[in-house]
C-alpha cells in the first residue's frame, strides 16, 4: 500500500509490508518503523539525496530483504533492510533523477522512472558483483547537494523575512 501526501511543507511518502513500515521525507533519509510501535524509527538509511522531487521508497524482495530508493543524482539505492548498508547502486539516469521504483512481487524485476516519459524495466545480474567503487564519491557529491541546499534555502529564507543573507548586497538598483 502507497501513500504519499504533503504535510508541513515536507513531501514524503510511505510504504507499509505487513508490521513495517518505510518512509521517505525531502531530508535526504530513509526511516524504517515498526507499526505496533512507531514511537521511533528502528533503521535509518542514508546516502541518497532527496530534496528536488517527491521519491518514491519500496521495499523489495520476497521477504522485504532491501529497502529501495531512487535519487536526485539519477542513482537507484538499494538498502539491506536489516544491516543500512547500500548493497547496490545503480545508475537509473544519466542526466536526470530517479523518482519511482516498483518491484514485481513474482519474479525479480523492478521498474524505474523519473522526470522522463520512459519506463526502465531492471532485472538481477548473476554474473556480475555489485560494482560500489565509486560510492563513496557519489555519497560525498549528495551530501554536497544537501549542503549546498540547505545554504541556498537558508539565504531565501532570511531575504523573505528581511534579515538579509550573505548576497544582500548583491544585486541594487541603480
Request: glycine residues 6%.
Amino acid at each position: 500500500r502507497l501513500v504519499s501526501f504533503k504535510q508541513s511543507k515536507q513531501w514524503y511518502q510511505r510504504r507499509v509490508r505487513g508490521s513495517a513500515l518505510v518512509t521517505s521525507y525531502n531530508n535526504n533519509n530513509i526511516y524504517l518503523y515498526d507499526t505496533h510501535d512507531a514511537s521511533h524509527y528502528k533503521r535509518k538509511y542514508t546516502g541518497h539525496h532527496n530534496s528536488d522531487t517527491v521519491k518514491g521508497v519500496n521495499f523489495y524482495g520476497m521477504r522485504s530483504e532491501y529497502v529501495m530508493s531512487g535519487s536526485d543524482c539519477g542513482h537507484i539505492f538499494l538498502w539491506d533492510t536489516a544491516t543500512e548498508n547500500i548493497v547496490q547502486c545503480l545508475v537509473g539516469e544519466e542526466d536526470g533523477i530517479v523518482n519511482v521504483l516498483e518491484f514485481n512481487p513474482f519474479i525479480p524485476m523492478l521498474a524505474s522512472s523519473g522526470l522522463e516519459s520512459c519506463v526502465k524495466l531492471w532485472t538481477p545480474n548473476m554474473e556480475d558483483e555489485a560494482d560500489l567503487s565509486d560510492l563513496n564519491e557519489i555519497i560525498e557529491k549528495n551530501r554536497s547537494r544537501d549542503s549546498l541546499s540547505r545554504d541556498v534555502l537558508t539565504i531565501f529564507v532570511s531575504r523573505l523575512n528581511g534579515t538579509g543573507g550573505e548576497f544582500q548586497n548583491e544585486c541594487r538598483q541603480s
